[in-house]
C-alpha cells in the first residue's frame, strides 16, 4: 500500500506563497487519484483540492479556487500544492490523501490512504 509524506509546510504572512509536496512510497502511484485537505482545530477536515490518476481532471474548493494549483507527477510519485494569495483563513493543517477509484472526490471518507500532515500558518 502506499505510504504517503507531506512536506513544506511552515510560517508565511498574508498574500505569500507556499509549495506543499506530497512524496508517495508506490510504484503504482499513477493508479490513485489523490487530493488535499486540511484540518483546523475543533473542525471537520475539508477539500482543499483533487487531481485525477493521469492529472487531466482538477477540483478546488471555492475558497481556494485561484489561488490554489494542484499537480502531479507520476514519474516522480509526487503530488504537489502551489498556494498562492494566502490568507489567515488558511492556516490549518494540510494533509494528502490517496485512492484507489475515483468517487466522491471531495469527501474525506473516501480517501484510504492519508499522510501525516504538515501545519501551515499564514500571519495577518
Known amino acids: 500500500q502506499v505510504q504517503l509524506v507531506e512536506s513544506g509546510g511552515g510560517l508565511v504572512q498574508a498574500g505569500g506563497s507556499l509549495r506543499l509536496s506530497c512524496a508517495a512510497s508506490?510504484?503504482?502511484?499513477?493508479?490513485?487519484?489523490m487530493a488535499w485537505f486540511r484540518r483546523t482545530p475543533g473542525k471537520e477536515r475539508e477539500f482543499v483540492a483533487a487531481?485525477?490518476?493521469?492529472?487531466?481532471?482538477?477540483y478546488y474548493a471555492d475558497s481556494v479556487a485561484g489561488r490554489f494549483t494542484i499537480s502531479r507527477d507520476n514519474a516522480k510519485t509526487t503530488v504537489d500544492l502551489r498556494m498562492n494569495s494566502l490568507k489567515p483563513e488558511d492556516t490549518a493543517v494540510y494533509y494528502c490523501?490517496?485512492?484507489?477509484?475515483?468517487?466522491?472526490?471531495?469527501?474525506?471518507?473516501?480517501?484510504?490512504?492519508w499522510g501525516q500532515g504538515t501545519q501551515v500558518t499564514v500571519s495577518s
Open positions: 508506490a510504484r503504482t502511484f499513477s493508479s490513485y487519484a
Open positions: 490523501a490517496a485512492q484507489l477509484v475515483e468517487t466522491q472526490t471531495t469527501r474525506p471518507n473516501a480517501y484510504s490512504i
Open positions: 487531481v485525477s490518476r493521469s492529472g487531466g481532471t482538477k
